[in-house]
C-alpha cells in the first residue's frame, strides 16, 4: 500500500446527533453482550499493542466475527493500539494496521506518535481517536491533532466539565470521555510503579494495579546519616543494625494506606455531559465481568435515550442506580468533572466491597405456551433462590426459582455444571440473551 495524503477533516461531523455510548469488550463473548444491551461502539484489544495485556484480547478471526456481530445492530468496533512504543515494539506496526482495517475495525485508539502517523499514512480509512494516554486536557493541544488528521479525542480523565465545553466551543471535533468504571492513580497509562515493584511495563500493558495494594508505613529509626547496603534494606522491616529498627507510623488496628481512587459514576451527571459537548461516553473495564458490562452499558443506554427523547422533563429513574449498584465493586463518585478529587475519593477500607450479585444463568430460549426457559448455567442455582431476571428490552422482575428439568425432562436438584442447560417456570415473559442473577 503506498503511501497517502494525511486526512482533513472539516465540517459537521464533530457534533454527533446523538451521544455514542461505548463499552469494553475484553473478549468476543462480552463484546455480543455490550452490543445487545445497548452500545453503539464497542473497544477490543489485539493480541498486540494495548494496555491491557491481562485481558484476553481477540485474534484478527474474533475481530471479523465481532465486526460481523456488531454490524448487524448498528454498532462499530474499535481497537486499542495504545502502549508508548520502545524500539522493539515498531517492527511489524504496519502489518498489524493493515490487517485491522482489512478486519472491518472501524477506529484505533492511540498514544504514541508513531503509531498516529503510521496509520495515517498507510491506512487512512481507518479512523484513528487519539488515546487518554495522551492526557490531552486543553483546546490547543485538541487543535493540534485535528489538524494532524485526527477525527476524535479521548481526553484526559482529569479534564472538568467547564474544560470540555471550552474545548468544543473553539474546536470543531468529536470529543469521548470516560463517565464510568476505574480511575488510574496516575495520569492515566504513565505509572511505573508497576515496573519497579514487578517488572511488568505499565506502558506496554503490564500494569500489576500496584496502586491498589494495601501498604505499611515505617519511620526509619536509623541515626542520621548512617549507610544501609542494599542486601540490608531488602529485610527491612527487620533491625538494620543493633538495636535499631524501622518504627511503624500506623497502629495495628489502622487500615492499611492505600493510593486506589473511587470509581468514575456520572449516571446521574448526563443532561451535564451531553450538554458540555461530549460526543463519546465510554465505560472503562475490558476486564470487567460480563455481568458488569450488561448492567452498566444496559443502565446509561436507559438514561441517554430517556433524555434525548424528552430532555425538558427528564428524570433520572432511582432503578437505574439501583442496577449500578449491583455491578458495583468500589465506591463511586464523579472524578474531576465537577471539582479535584482529594483524600475522600480515595478508598481506605480495609477491604474492597464485591459487587453483591453473580451472573447466574442467560435465558436461551422461551417458550410463552409454557411458560418455560432455556436458562444456561453460569453460576450454580437451585429451587428456593430468589433469583432476579433483566435485559435490555425492559425486562426486570425477580421470582423464585421453582421445578429445574435438564433438555430431556429430567427433575435437577441444583443447576450445578457450568454451561448446564435447564428448563424453569419464568413468572414472566423473557427474551434471549436476558441474563438471570442471584444475590452472593
Not at 85 to 113: K, M, S, W
Not at 320 to 339: H, I, M, S
Not at 418 to 432: E, G, I, N, S, T
Amino acid at each position: 500500500m503506498g503511501t497517502m495524503t494525511k486526512p482533513q477533516f472539516h465540517g459537521k461531523r464533530y457534533r454527533l446527533d446523538k451521544p455514542e455510548l461505548l463499552a469494553p469488550a475484553g473478549n468476543l463473548e462480552k463484546l455480543k453482550f455490550a452490543v445487545h444491551y445497548g452500545a453503539d461502539a464497542v473497544y477490543i484489544g489485539g493480541q498486540k499493542y494495548g494496555l491491557r495485556s491481562g485481558a484476553d484480547n481477540f485474534t484478527f478471526e474474533e475481530m471479523r466475527e465481532g465486526v460481523e456481530f456488531a454490524k448487524k445492530y448498528g454498532a462499530k468496533v474499535f481497537v486499542a493500539t495504545n502502549i508508548y512504543a520502545h524500539n522493539e515494539d515498531i517492527a511489524g506496526i504496519e502489518e498489524y494496521l493493515r490487517n485491522l482495517y482489512e478486519a472491518g475495525i472501524a477506529a484505533i485508539i492511540v498514544a504514541d506518535p508513531v503509531i498516529v502517523d503510521t496509520a495515517l499514512r498507510l491506512v487512512p480509512g481507518l479512523e484513528v481517536h487519539l488515546s487518554t494516554q495522551q492526557s490531552t486536557l486543553n483546546w490547543q493541544a485538541v487543535s493540534f491533532w485535528k489538524q494532524e488528521g485526527l477525527p476524535r479525542v479521548v481526553l484526559g480523565r482529569e479534564t472538568s466539565l467547564e474544560e470540555i465545553a471550552e474545548i468544543k466551543q473553539h474546536v470543531d471535533i468529536e470529543i469521548e470521555s470516560f463517565i464510568h468504571g476505574a480511575m488510574c492513580s496516575s495520569y492515566s497509562g504513565r505509572c511505573v510503579l508497576s515496573n519497579h515493584f514487578t517488572d511488568r511495563d505499565s506502558n506496554r500493558g503490564g500494569c500489576c494495579q500496584s496502586c491498589r495494594w494495601k501498604y505499611d508505613l515505617f519511620e526509619d529509626g536509623r541515626p542520621e546519616g548512617t549507610w544501609v547496603s542494599e542486601e540490608d534494606q531488602a529485610e527491612a522491616p527487620q533491625p538494620l543494625q543493633p538495636g535499631v529498627t524501622q518504627l511503624p507510623l500506623h497502629q495495628p488496628e489502622d487500615n492499611p494506606f492505600s493510593m486506589g481512587s473511587k470509581d468514575l459514576c456520572m449516571l446521574e451527571s448526563i443532561p451535564d455531559l451531553i450538554e458540555a459537548g461530549i460526543d463519546s461516553f465510554k465505560i472503562e473495564g475490558r476486564m470487567k465481568s460480563i455481568h458488569y458490562v450488561a448492567t452498566v452499558v444496559n443502565a446509561y443506554r436507559k438514561a441517554i435515550d430517556a433524555y434525548m427523547a424528552d430532555p425538558e422533563n427528564y428524570v433520572l429513574k432511582p432503578e437505574w442506580l439501583e442496577e449500578l449498584q449491583k455491578a458495583a465493586n468500589r465506591p463511586l463518585n464523579t472524578g474531576f468533572f465537577y471539582d479535584t478529587p482529594d483524600h475522600e475519593d480515595h478508598i481506605y477500607e480495609p477491604e474492597e466491597k464485591a459487587a453483591p450479585y453473580d451472573f447466574a444463568g442467560l435465558v436461551l430460549e422461551y417458550d410463552a405456551e409454557s411458560g418455560t426457559a432455556l436458562v444456561q448455567q453460569r453460576n450454580n442455582f437451585k429451587p428456593g433462590q430468589e433469583v432476579e431476571f433483566f435485559g435490555p428490552d425492559d425486562t426486570f422482575f425477580k421470582q423464585t426459582v421453582g421445578e429445574l428439568w435438564d433438555e430431556a425432562g429430567n427433575p435437577l436438584d441444583v443447576a450445578r455444571h457450568p454451561l448446564q442447560r435447564v428448563r424453569m417456570k419464568v413468572d414472566q415473559p423473557v427474551a434471549y440473551f436476558d441474563m438471570m442473577r442471584k444475590r452472593k
